[in-house]
């Protein structure tokens, strides 16, 4: 399977930005989004589970929303009240071992 993301930019604090990735076959895996910072590891921000259920990191709870359309074979991530501590390179996956490149997201103060 092929990932490739779109939807980064540059966006204030208190924005929204819409993450998208394109998968190129049929996803039956967990999905999820990961970002990494400058400087930092990359870090879980949100899991879809084939069951439905859904999984946030603490900091992007009630924020985020990740979703996904087994029609088209996508994975979004809807981001709002966006901080400046949510920068960084953003990536789409299908777990455990296909990623997408990053799409560069940055908040500005």
Sequence with gaps: VQLQASGGGLVQAGGSLRLSCQASGTITNARAWYRQAPGKQRELVARFKPDGSTTYAD??????????????????????????????????????RFWGRGTLVTVSS
């Design 59 to 96: 900091s992007v709870r009630g924020r985020f929303t990740i979703s996904t359309d087994n029609t088209k074979n996508t994975i979004d991530l809807q981001m709002n009240n966006l901080k400046p501590d949510d920068t960084g390179l953003y990536f789409c996956a299908v777990e455990p």
